[in-house]
């Protein structure tokens, strides 16, 4: 009788024990899905921040104004290592050629809407501000860092332009008028 009463107990502290743990394990789940959620809000903030001054940079610039909507490439436009001796971590305009997605083909956005329609092919893409990770000189390629991705992805030197041109402090100051 009394292994009989042991082992009762020991299933029911049993039951109890994986009862307190299933409460609690779906507290922590709620709790990781709240984490993703509040994170995935903070990317499309960043995500539209970045967009926001990347499409900032081109209405500033006379220069890749000229590049994006009338697809005219001065020659002094300044781009890592392809038109400057070096190149530089840091932040860089990337501006793919319409028709083009926003977002290369070879970047991973996160699981949402609102990133994955940044993979669409726009006659306009939306301008994007990236932070240039590392470079490969030889391949002419950057690894880029991108707040509208999971992990950072590879985009060819020529679509990465400095955000001040300056280019554009001589254009604004003489009679050429044919960018503006």
């Known amino acids: 009788m009394k ?3 042991l082992l009762i107990h020991t ?16 507290q922590v789940w709620q709790y990781n899905q709240a984490q993703y959620a509040k994170f ?37 436009l300044r781009q890592p290592w392809i038109s400057s001796e070096s190149a530089s971590p840091g932040a ?3 501006l793919l050629r319409s028709p083009a997605s926003t ?37 002419k390629q950057a690894t880029v860092k991108s707040d509208c991705t999971k992990k950072p992805f590879v985009v060819a030197l020529e679509d990465l332009y400095l955000e001040y041109q300056p280019i554009d402090r001589d254009l ?6 044919i960018l503006f």
Request: aromatic fraction near 8%.
């Open 92 to 94: 860089y305009v990337m």
């Open 40 to 76: 995935i809000s903070d990317s499309k903030i960043n995500c539209g921040v970045d967009i926001e001054l990347g499409e900032d940079a081109v209405k500033r610039s006379p220069s890749l104004r000229a590049l994006k909507y009338q697809n005219k490439r001065l020659r002094e």
């Open 103 to 139: 977002l290369p083909p070879n970047a991973l956005p996160f699981d949402d809407p609102f990133f994955t329609s940044l993979l669409n092919k726009e006659e306009s893409p939306k301008t994007l501000i990236v932070r240039a990770a590392s470079f490969d000189l030889a391949k």
């Open 11 to 26: 299933k029911l502290l049993l039951a109890i024990l994986a009862g307190v743990s299933s409460i609690v394990s779906f």
């Open 3 to 5: 292994v009989l009463s």
């Open 172 to 177: 604004r100051r003489s009679d050429f008028d």
